[in-house]
């Protein structure tokens, strides 16, 4: 029986893409590649070179002519039959090179949305070979709310695409609950549109967390920018007030784990209301009517590896909310599903009910 559903994997799109799929005009101004003077591959992309993490390799590994990365999901009816062979139903594909900057930091409003919807054109037409199993997230360049909110409403229109991709690191260094980002949240609530906060280390822009800070210190830079924008992202729509203004709006992570959660909820619990007490007015809180954790169980969920040790304790503080994903084909992919998302099935402290509920029905529920 195909039941599973992997809320991320990806696809490792061509550079191409973003020329062949872009409005005329726009091509000459598409994303390139080309080697730095220290030999890196980098990717230029209008008036930003990628990756901005100081010392990152670059893009030699997964897009260099000796690349030996899995490519097998870029064609739709290969991924269909390694779903079939995994018992997958439903694959949520987020991009990689898509991840880099292009839907949140390009200064140009037009050139913006033109790499946006090039991206959008070529998941729909992807996804068209099944999209009840194939479910493509979209790009919306989110430093331009207005616009953004009208390709979101095209690209769930034309392009069949029900899923919002946004990095939790907010562009511009505006917190994500900004009235200026409404045009976003609401389009999405009106359409039912799933949104889903996906870091990418070498797509982190210049003001995440920790970059610099821990210059060349992987394991740091990896905490920061994965787990800890990820926590921010829920804090800044809960405590922000997104939430409670948008209570029909679904919002999760994908590749964030799931260890800190249930401390986390508790202490953005704890912490609600300190600041008016403390400060009155000046606090700078929110009207909410509930408490942060009901707000998350209520609308939020989060997404597993299949091997993080703290599944059954994420269960306990938000047992509807867990979802479990295998980051395939990215390198994660082999250091934490080695099993694929079966590896739940084999967990010896995670009972049945809760293994359906992480592998079926959670994730049903944010679909």
Known sequence: MRDYVDFDTHVYEPITVFRDYMDPKFRDRAPR????????LMLQMAEHVYPKVPGHPGFYNIYGEESKV?????DPHARLKRMDAENTDVHVIFPT???????????????????????????????????????????????????????????????????????????NDVPW????????????EELNITVVFHESTPG?????????????????????????????????????????????????????????LPGWLAMMDQQFSVAS?????????????????EYFRRQCFCAAFP?????PE?????????VVISDWPHPLAGQYSQKGLAAIEHNPRIDPASRHKLLVDNPRRFL
């Open 307 to 311: 091997e993080d040790t703290m599944i």
């Open 33 to 40: 590649f080309f080697k730095g003077d220290d030999g890196r």
């Open 277 to 293: 007490n403390i400060h009155g007015k000046k606090g700078g809180e929110e009207a909410l009517s509930l408490k942060p954790s």
């Open 70 to 74: 899995d490519r097998s999901g870029n």
């Open 177 to 188: 609950c900004d009235a200026s980002r409404e045009p976003i949240f609401r389009a999405a």
């Open 97 to 171: 090179l898509g991840m880099m900057g292009f839907a949140n930091a390009v200064g140009d409003p037009e050139l913006a949305l033109a790499q946006a919807r090039a991206y959008n054109r070529y998941m729909g037409e992807f996804c068209s070979t099944d999209r009840r199993r194939l479910r493509g997230a979209m790009l919306i360049p989110s430093n331009h709310p207005q616009i953004a909110a009208t390709e979101l409403r095209r690209a769930h229109t034309e392009d069949g695409l029900g899923i919002l991709y946004l990095n939790p690191t907010p562009p």
């Open 204 to 260: 982190a822009a210049a003001h995440t967390m920790g970059i610099h800070r821990y210059r060349g210190r992987w394991p740091l830079i990896y905490l920061a920018t994965h787990v800890v924008e990820a926590m921010f992202a829920y804090a800044d729509v809960i405590l922000g007030g997104v939430l409670e203004r948008h209570p029909a709006l679904r919002v999760g992570s994908a590749e964030a784990h799931i260890h800190w």
């Open 314 to 322: 994420a269960m306990g503080a938000a047992p509807e909310s867990i």
